[in-house]
C-alpha cells in the first residue's frame, strides 16, 4: 500500500467514514489500466482515457470554465484524477463542492496513484456515491470518461447525466418554426379540430388494472397469456403502443385502446383494416392519411412540446405526458384514466434475446442489435444491451413513476431494463 493511499483513506475515513467502508470493498486490481504519455501524462482505463495526456490542468479549466462562475454550489460527477476538483475550489465564490463517485473501483485506484489530499481536506467538498442520491443535482459538470467508465451501481444516475447533458441535441428536431412540422400541423388541422377530445377517457376507469402494452421483445413471451386473458370477460384493460398493434392482431389479440404520437407511424405500423371499434388516442403529429382511414373513433391530445404551442390556443384538448417514447403517453393515459394498478408489456428499453422489438424483424424499427454500444442492467442485475435514447426513455418513466405513487406499476418481466419504482406481475412473472 503506497503512501499516498495510505494518506488518502486517512482523510476519507476521518471526514466519512462510510464511504470508506465501500471503497475498500472496491475491486480496483482487476481494471484493464495503462499509462499514456504525451506532454504529460494520463490514466487510460479499458481504452478510456481519462484525461488529456498532454495538459489535464488547462482541460480541467476549460471544463470549469462551463459552469456558472458565480455559483456557491457546484456538483461535479465523476473524480478522475482530481484536476477539475481543485480548479473549481480556486474560487473564491464557492461554498460547497459536492464531488459523486460515478465508478468505486476507479476512484480506489487513483487513490493508490495520486495524493488527492489537497481536495479532500478541503471543508467545503462533500463527498457521495452518485447512486446515493435520487436524481441528478445541479449546476452540474460529468467527466466524460465516466460517463462511459460507470460501474453498475451507478448506472442509474450515469443515465440521468447522459440524458441531461444530450437534452439541447436530442430536442433539435422538434423546432417549432421547422417546415417539416409546419405542414403536418396544417395538414391535420382539420381531422383534429374535428375529432374528440382525449380527456373525454379520462377518470373512465378509476381503481381498475389497467394493461399498458409496449413493443419491447419480451412481449413475445406473453402473447399466450394475453390472447388468453383477453377472451376473458372481467380483465384489465389494453392499452396499445402504436408499433404493438400489428404484433397483437397477428396474435389474435385485439387492444382496447392504441396510442400514437409519432410523425413516422404509418400503415405499415397500423393496418385500419379491422380498426372498427379501437379508440386511436393520437397527437397532431401523426400522419393525416392514417388518421382518416382509421375506422374506429379518434381522440386527439397534447404534450407540452412547444411544437403544439399554437396550436394549442387554437383548439383545446387534453395533455399527455411525452418523454421521447410513446410508451409514455400511454402510460400517462392508463394514469389518467384512473388505474390503480398498471402492468407493463414489452417496456424492455434494452434488447433482451439480442432482439429489438416483438413482431418485427431487426433493423425495422429502428437502428439494429449489432449495432448496439450501451448497456442498462436488467431485471436479474446483469447488464443487457440498448441504444443511447432507450436509456433516456427509461429514465424519463423512472421519473414518471416517482410523481405517481398513487399507482401500483408492474413489469412482466425480468428479462428487459429493471424500471425503478416498479415490482413484478406474480402473474407473468415468476
Not at 460515478?102 to 488527492?116: P, R, T
Request: glycine fraction near 8%; aromatic fraction near 8%; charge should be negative.
Amino acid at each position: 500500500m503506497s503512501e499516498s493511499f495510505e494518506q488518502n483513506l486517512q482523510v476519507i475515513g476521518d471526514r466519512w467514514p462510510g464511504l470508506l467502508a465501500r471503497l475498500l470493498a472496491e475491486d480496483s486490481e482487476s481494471l484493464p489500466v495503462e499509462l499514456l504519455e504525451g506532454l504529460g501524462s494520463t490514466l487510460s482505463v479499458g481504452g478510456i482515457q481519462l484525461t488529456s495526456r498532454h495538459d489535464r490542468v488547462a482541460e480541467a479549466r476549460l471544463q470549469a470554465a462551463s459552469l456558472p462562475p458565480d455559483s456557491d454550489l457546484l456538483h461535479l460527477y465523476g473524480t478522475g484524477l482530481g484536476d477539475l476538483q481543485q480548479i473549481l475550489l480556486e474560487r473564491p465564490t464557492l461554498k460547497r463542492l459536492c464531488v459523486h463517485v460515478l465508478n468505486g473501483a476507479l476512484f480506489k485506484l487513483v487513490l493508490g496513484l495520486l495524493d488527492q489530499q489537497s481536495w479532500l481536506t478541503d471543508p467545503r467538498v462533500d463527498l457521495s456515491y452518485a447512486a446515493d442520491h435520487p436524481e441528478i443535482l445541479l449546476p452540474f459538470f460529468a467527466l466524460p470518461a465516466e460517463l462511459v467508465l460507470a460501474d453498475d451501481c451507478n448506472a442509474r444516475m450515469r443515465d440521468r447525466l447522459v440524458g441531461e447533458v444530450h437534452l439541447t441535441f436530442n430536442n433539435r428536431e422538434f423546432d417549432p418554426q421547422s417546415a417539416v412540422i409546419v405542414q403536418r400541423l396544417l395538414d391535420t388541422r382539420e381531422v383534429f379540430g374535428a375529432d374528440r377530445d382525449v380527456t373525454e377517457l379520462f377518470a373512465t376507469r378509476p381503481g381498475q388494472h389497467i394493461y399498458v402494452i409496449g413493443t419491447g421483445p419480451t412481449l413475445e413471451q406473453q402473447f399466450a397469456k394475453l390472447r388468453a386473458i383477453s377472451e376473458q370477460p372481467d380483465r384489465p384493460l389494453f392499452i396499445s403502443v402504436d408499433t404493438a398493434y400489428r404484433p397483437l392482431r397477428e396474435q389474435g389479440i385485439r387492444p382496447d385502446i392504441v396510442v400514437s404520437i409519432d410523425q413516422r407511424i404509418g400503415f405499415r405500423h397500423l393496418p385500419v383494416e379491422a380498426s372498427d371499434g379501437i379508440p386511436l388516442v393520437y397527437m397532431p403529429m401523426s400522419d393525416p392519411q392514417v388518421l382518416h382511414a382509421w375506422k374506429g373513433p379518434r381522440y386527439g391530445g397534447y404534450s407540452i412540446s412547444p411544437i403544439y404551442a399554437s396550436v394549442r390556443e387554437r383548439c383545446r384538448r387534453g395533455l399527455l405526458f411525452v418523454g421521447g417514447s410513446v410508451l409514455h403517453p400511454a402510460v400517462d393515459l392508463a394514469v389518467k384514466m384512473g388505474a390503480a394498478r398498471i402492468t407493463l408489456f414489452g417496456a424492455d428499453f434494452a434488447f433482451p434475446m439480442n432482439k429489438t422489438h416483438a413482431g418485427w424483424k431487426d433493423g425495422d424499427l429502428g437502428p439494429g442489435v449489432e449495432l448496439a454500444q450501451h448497456w442498462v442492467l436488467d431485471g436479474q442485475g446483469q447488464r443487457v444491451r440498448t441504444q443511447l435514447n432507450f436509456r433516456r426513455y427509461l429514465v424519463e418513466l423512472e421519473r414518471y413513476i416517482a410523481r405517481h405513487p398513487q399507482v401500483a406499476f408492474l413489469n412482466s418481466s425480468r428479462a428487459g431494463a429493471r424500471i425503478v419504482g416498479t415490482g413484478f406481475d406474480q402473474e407473468f412473472v415468476q
